[in-house]
């Protein structure tokens, strides 16, 4: 667990000094028709920085995971979309929602199999 959170902040810290403002993790921040829910994100670095470890931790696990699994987290990350989406711009559901994906990721990671 602690190796997955100190990446995905490495990377986070990375992504963040490294891309333009105009982007958060998981869309074009410039593009004209932003939903609600984007709009939002790209307005507050908080959010922005959320999505992109979200994303980053996703794009990690992906990497470890096996083809069921990893379409079984796919298929709950499109769930998770459409109740982002249904935040609207209300900056705490949106918070909120990362939050409760980003423990569903650390759980995915904490459940892995390893090697002995």
Known sequence: MQRLAALATLTLTALTLNAPSSLAASFDCEKPELAPDEKAICDN?????????????????????????RGTMQDEQSAWLKRRQA??????????????????????????????
Request: overall charge negative.
């Open 45 to 69: 670095r908080a959010l922005n920085d959320a999505d992109v470890k979200m994303v980053t931790t996703f794009d990690l696990l992906a990497g470890l995971l096996a083809m069921g699994a």
């Open 87 to 116: 935040c609207g711009s209300d900056v705490a559901c949106i918070r909120t929602a990362y939050d409760e994906r980003l423990k569903q990721l650390t759980d995915i990671y904490n459940n892995l199999t390893r090697p002995l």
